[in-house]
């Protein structure tokens, strides 16, 4: 069964930008598809097609970088779209997408997506938007792995991940989605060492709390600050 309309997804996700109607639609499309922890959903290079709108539950993309290491790119939750680009373009996959715990998922044909797409126009324009808003965060990160230190860059991390997918923690703001300090230090691209004595720094600044894969934004005006550099 899939997801209400009413349901409430995520700030910021695909599906939170929708017309109520436009998402009941979506949410209809496709088979319903439930993965347990660490299931390959789409993997780089492969030439399948299809979409996954995310419905409940958390998912890493990675690609490999020239040097042969893993990069952890982003972070996709309920409400989210993946492997779109694929099924716009219909090139090979430029990323791969693993569940980081129980997903569930809408598996969308190729043919269905595009179908949908030019029945709902605002919906096709979204879906542009949000193509472009994944293109601007990669390029923002590939500069700032260059040139930015690895404070600036975590806090850059954060406040992405406060904006699109926090929710309330009493005067604070707690990022929904569970990271391992490995993980965010992947999302920084730098040493987990490194990473970690950024985050006890800004820690002992009460800019942030921290717990087992759980961080809260307590200022967020300050860690936009340092964002800025």
Known sequence: MSRPAEATFPRGSFLAGLSRTARTALLELGVARE????????????TSTHVFLLVDGCVKVTAVTPEGHLALLAIRVGGDLVGELAAMD????????TTAGR????????????????DFPDVSLAVSGSVGAKLRWATRR??????????????????ELATSYSVPA?????????LTQPELAALVGAAEPTVHRALAGLRREKIVKTGYRRVCVCDRARLAAIADG
């Open 35 to 46: 993965f347990g922890p660490e299931k390959v959903l789409l993997r780089e290079g492969g």
């Open 90 to 97: 219909g090139q090979p996959r430029v990323a791969t997408v």
């Open 103 to 118: 997903v569930r998922t809408r598996l969308i044909t190729q043919g269905e997506f595009r179908r949908f797409l030019l």
């Open 142 to 159: 590939r500069i700032d792995f260059g040139s930015r230190e690895v404070r600036i860059r975590l806090a850059r991390v954060l406040l």
């Open 170 to 178: 009493g005067p604070h703001l707690r990022i929904g989605v569970a």
